[in-house]
């Protein structure tokens, strides 16, 4: 294994807080763990040399390579099944009440490899059921990361991730593909989300404002300061009414946050 010195651990440290929010000031050993190999299969024999060229290339692939190594992008259908009880309790009997356009505008903020967002279409189709029609319920879902994206796109998913998925859900929603155990989403839920690259470092820009935001377990990364700044746009993008959900090991601070606290990672804007 590679080691990198405290200086170019520091600019490497400094690029990916400036430019992604991920804050790695306490991750020497995990970058080393992570980079040293992916390094010299690149052709470095030293970290000085890939961060003098990483910083000075910034290629999106090399970018993408290392975003990669050093976030985990752990997740699996209905993770955290508490939040997806309330928006199918709570969230959507209020949406469905108020939006006379039939216009739902949701965001899945750092979708990762596709299955929140994909989770949140089945139980939009499962609330609305015959009605799913006369409603605009599409998910819009982001990621940094393309490789993430790709995949999300892809939709091929195996049994741990759909361990939680109801029986019947699975039958409906999925398609066996000629691979054992593994399955693919099915037109009606996958042409319902929208998939975009997305920095959520950069403004929020969108021609919607958000009835609901799911941005969760992605802060863990950010330092306070980060986290801060970004709920703020956050809360510019939230229709009135409107929710932020984030991930249930995230917590917000009742009193900087505009947000209203409802319920553990649950947060409204009055």
Same mark, same amino acid.
């Given at each position: ?5 405290? =200086? ?5 440290? =400094? ?9 790695? =000031? ?64 709570? $969230? ?19 979708? *990762? ?9 089945? $139980? ?20 940094? *990361? ?37 399955? @693919?989403?099915?037109?009606? $839920? ?29 802060? $863990? ?16 993008? @939230? ?9 249930? =090991? ?21």
């Amino acid at each position: 294994m590679l080691t990198i010195a405290d =200086s170019d651990f520091t600019r490497l440290v =400094s690029f990916v807080k400036q430019n992604y929010g991920i804050d790695l =000031s306490k991750k020497k050993q995990l970058i080393m763990g992570r980079l040293s190999t992916p390094i010299m299969t690149m052709g470095f024999t030293s970290f000085k040399d890939y961060v003098d060229y990483l910083l000075k290339s910034k290629k999106p692939e090399d970018l993408e390579l290392m975003l990669n190594k050093l976030t985990t992008n752990y997740t699996y259908f209905m993770r955290e099944e508490a939040h997806f009880k309330f928006f199918t309790d709570t $969230i959507l009997p209020y949406l469905e009440t108020k939006k006379k356009d039939r216009v739902l505008s949701i965001w899945s903020a750092g979708c *990762s490899s596709g299955e929140e967002p994909y989770t949140i279409s089945m $139980i939009l189709k499962e609330y609305f059921g015959s009605k799913a029609g006369a409603w605009d319920t599409r998910v819009l879902a982001t990621d940094i *990361s393309q490789n993430a994206l790709t995949a999300a796109q892809n939709a091929v998913y195996d049994e741990n991730s759909l361990r939680e998925v109801p029986p019947q859900w699975k039958s409906k929603y999925f398609a066996k593909t000629s691979q054992p155990g593994v399955y @693919t989403v099915a037109p009606m $839920i996958k042409n319902n989300v929208i998939f975009r690259t997305f920095n959520l470092m950069t403004p929020i820009q969108f021609k919607l404002k958000f009835d609901v935001i799911f941005c969760r377990n992605v802060m $863990i990364y950010f330092d306070q300061d980060t986290k801060e700044a970004l709920v703020n746009r956050f809360f510019q993008a @939230t229709n009135p009414g409107g929710y932020l959900l984030i991930g249930h =090991s995230e917590s917000l601070n009742k009193e900087t946050t505009p947000y209203k606290y409802l319920q553990p990672a649950t947060y409204r804007k009055e």
